[in-house]
Each structure stands twice: as structure tokens, then as C-alpha cells.
């Protein structure tokens, strides 16, 4: 049985950031294992059948293998911002399901098809700007759990072609992006030091 909970992930994939920003927010200390998706360890294998960061293995033995589950019950452990107060459940199934489609359509596709996922995927984004003009975070004024689980994604997209992402006439998005990405919560749980070991701080 580990002493702590172990968090098998990625560090570049944006559902184990997304978890690994709710562990870090909550202060709960776990074991990060960095996975090779080449050369998956056995243990995450025995785990979870799927494989797939992020997993999360609880002291008691109890796995939890979505992304959402993971930030949810770390979350109920401990919520110090109150970010479930955000949840916007609508927000986070567009931008799992639709969204993530055309942007995995769009990251892969030949630079010379690339027009039609990217307007597609950009299209679900303008209702996220029309939102961030009227307060800087997406449920709130304050960060909350709907702007954590998206911002992994739309820096995804985001980073295909920063270029062309920049010049677009989103300067709300783009705001909220910048600030996000350089918060030192998005800082601490990007850094190499603290994806290849244990996180338990909580930074702000």
C-alpha cells in the first residue's frame, strides 16, 4: 500500500495537467510517475486497464482513472478557492467532446488541411470570449474549476500555430490565456522538477 497517493502523467497532456492543477491547488501530496507513452510502467497497466494518463492510485488502493473524476474527489478532499463553486458542466463536456475532436483533427492534419478543424474548433471557442468580456474568468471574476479544466486545451490549440492564434481578433481569450499560463500555479505544475517527483505545495 503507498504511503501516498501515486499520480501516474504526462506532462504535455492537457487531462493530467488538468489534474495535476487540482492536486496542486488542494495541497494533497502525491507521487508523480512520469509516464513514457512508449513504455508504459507495468504498475499503471495493473492499475487501469486503459493505460491512458492521468491515474491516480489512492493509499487505500482505489484507482481513478478520468481526468474529471480525479480533479472532482480532489477537490472534495480539499477546495481552498472554492473551485467547484465553477464547475459549468455544459462548458467542460464542449470542450472534451466537440472541441477536443477538431483540435486533435487540426494538431495532426497535413499543414495543407489544417483550415477546416482549426475554424471548427474555433468556432466553439467564441462563446469563451464573449464570456471572458464580461469578467476575466470563464464562471466568475476568480478562477474556478471551469477555467482549469479548459485552459490545458485551449493552450493546446493554441500552440499549433501561436502566430495565427495571437492575431485572431480574441483579445478577451488571449488575455485569459496569458494570465493563466503565467501564473505560478500553471508555472509549478509544468515544472520538470515537480512532474518527475512529489508535489504537495500549494502555490497561488
Not at 26 to 49: C, F, Q, T, W, Y
Amino acid at each position: 500500500m503507498a504511503a501516498t497517493p501515486v499520480l501516474y502523467s504526462f506532462r504535455r497532456c492537457p487531462y493530467a495537467i488538468r489534474a495535476r492543477l487540482a492536486l496542486a491547488i488542494s495541497g494533497i501530496a502525491v507521487d508523480i510517475v512520469e509516464v513514457a507513452l512508449r513504455d508504459k510502467p507495468v504498475a499503471l497497466i495493473a492499475a487501469s486497464a486503459k493505460a491512458t494518463v492521468p491515474v491516480l492510485v489512492l493509499a487505500d488502493g482505489q484507482v481513478i482513472d478520468e481526468s474529471l473524476d480525479i480533479v472532482r474527489w480532489t477537490l472534495e478532499q480539499n477546495d481552498p478557492e472554492d473551485w467547484l463553486a465553477g464547475g459549468d458542466p455544459v462548458a467542460i463536456a464542449t470542450n472534451d467532446g466537440p472541441f477536443k475532436r477538431q483540435l486533435d483533427l487540426y494538431k495532426y492534419a497535413d499543414p495543407t488541411a489544417r483550415d477546416v478543424p482549426r475554424d471548427a474548433a474555433l468556432a466553439l471557442l467564441l462563446p469563451l470570449e464573449t464570456r471572458l468580456a464580461r469578467h476575466a474568468n470563464l464562471a466568475f471574476e476568480r478562477r474556478t474549476l471551469v477555467d482549469m479544466a479548459l485552459l490545458p486545451f485551449v493552450r493546446q490549440f493554441a500552440q499549433v500555430d501561436r502566430a495565427w492564434f495571437d492575431a485572431l481578433p480574441l483579445p478577451a481569450l488571449q488575455r485569459w490565456l496569458t494570465h493563466h499560463l503565467a501564473s505560478p500555479l500553471f508555472e509549478f505544475v509544468m515544472a520538470r522538477a515537480i512532474v518527475a517527483s512529489r508535489a504537495s505545495a500549494r502555490p497561488t
